[in-house]
């Protein structure tokens, strides 16, 4: 997704987007954080690119109470409308300097 999707075309935010950001960003915090706590590190000869494939899968095998997901989600979704509510705003700017300079 690219930040411009943060964004409908009437300038209103996309809710859904950025709660799937947010969500999925969320689970792969709460991946690591589970299975460096469980001292449970990829093996050194898989792909950089099925890293976060493997924290998935090994996260589903430790227990619930490792980790607090609603925190890892809160902490995201912050995130995710901080960089909304920026995008709207450099998306709005050049509108207004065009209005600005046409008045």
């Known amino acids: 997704m690219h930040y411009t999707d943060l964004i409908n075309a009437d300038g209103t935010f996309n809710r859904s987007a950025i709660m799937k950001i947010a969500a999925t960003k969320a689970r792969a915090e709460r991946n690591l954080d589970a299975c460096v706590a469980?001292?449970?590190?990829?093996?050194?000869s898989g792909a950089l690119s099925s890293v976060t494939a493997w924290r998935a899968a090994a996260a589903a095998n430790l227990p619930a109470s490792t980790t607090a997901y609603a925190r890892f989600f809160a902490v995201e979704l912050r995130r995710v409308w901080e960089i909304a509510k920026l995008a709207r705003q450099r998306l709005q700017a050049p509108a207004v300097q065009q209005f600005a300079e046409a008045a």
């Not at 469980?38 to 050194?44: D, V």
């Open 38 to 44: 469980a001292m449970a590190f990829a093996p050194r």
